[in-house]
Every structure is written in structure tokens, then in C-alpha cells.
Nanobody
Framework: QVQLVESGGGLVQPGGSLRLSCAASGNIHSIHSIFAMGWYRQVPGKQRELVARLRNGDNPNYADSVKGRFTISRDNAKNTGYLQMNSLKPEDTAVYYC??????????????WGQGTQVTVSS
């Protein structure tokens, strides 16, 4: 079984930076391909929304609200994704979830989700 483990969340002042990480763990030898990795966020009472997504061979896709401030990247050798968040605003406060589109060596393809990490932007 493959799991996604997020880290890097926390409390930061407005204007500050955080870097989130999302590492595939568990039975990583069962991973054949990771087609895309992405980050979503959710605040209480609202739907989960896309923050950034990076698909193999494509340019990154960002929500308008984070363009120019957030950068998504991947280290394929480590099966790890990152979200660098700069110039953070209070409205960026949310639980951030990692997502990955993974195919296993048994050619089973599905979305995987991390457990979420809290990001709070406040003075």
C-alpha cells in the first residue's frame, strides 16, 4: 500500500514563507509511474480547491490566487513533491492536501491523498 505523507505546515506571519513536502511512502516499490502531483486546500465549510498541479510533460497549473507566490516542484528520484509558498496571506490559511495520480506495477491507476497539513497565516 502506498501512502502520501505531508510535512512542513505550521504557523507563519503574513508575508512569510513555508515549504510543504509530500513523500510517497509504504510500498514504494509497487509504484510504476507518478503521472501528476498536486496540492489542494480546504477551509471549514468550503469545498476543497486546487492550489497547484504538476503533470508529467506539462507546465504547472496554479490557482489564480497563488500565481506568482507559490511554486510546485517534484523530485522524481525521491517520489516527493513540494510546494514553496512565499508572500503568504491570511487567506492562505487552510488544511493543505497532497494528491498524486499513481499507477502501480500491477497497472492499477488511481488518485492518492495525504492526510493533510495545517497552514495558518496570522500575526
Amino acid at each position: 500500500q502506498v501512502q502520501l505523507v505531508e510535512s512542513g505546515g505550521g504557523l507563519v506571519q503574513p508575508g512569510g514563507s513555508l515549504r510543504l513536502s509530500c513523500a510517497a511512502s509504504g510500498n514504494i516499490h509497487s509504484i510504476h509511474s507518478i503521472f501528476a502531483m498536486g496540492w489542494y486546500r480546504q477551509v471549514p465549510g468550503k469545498q476543497r480547491e486546487l492550489v497547484a498541479r504538476l503533470r508529467n510533460g506539462d507546465n504547472p497549473n496554479y490557482a489564480d490566487s497563488v500565481k506568482g507566490r507559490f511554486t510546485i516542484s517534484r523530485d522524481n528520484a525521491k517520489n516527493t513533491g513540494y510546494l514553496q509558498m512565499n508572500s503568504l496571506k491570511p487567506e492562505d490559511t487552510a488544511v493543505y492536501y497532497c494528491n498524486a495520480d499513481i499507477m502501480t506495477v500491477r497497472f492499477q491507476r488511481r488518485d492518492y491523498w495525504g492526510q493533510g497539513t495545517q497552514v495558518t497565516v496570522s500575526s
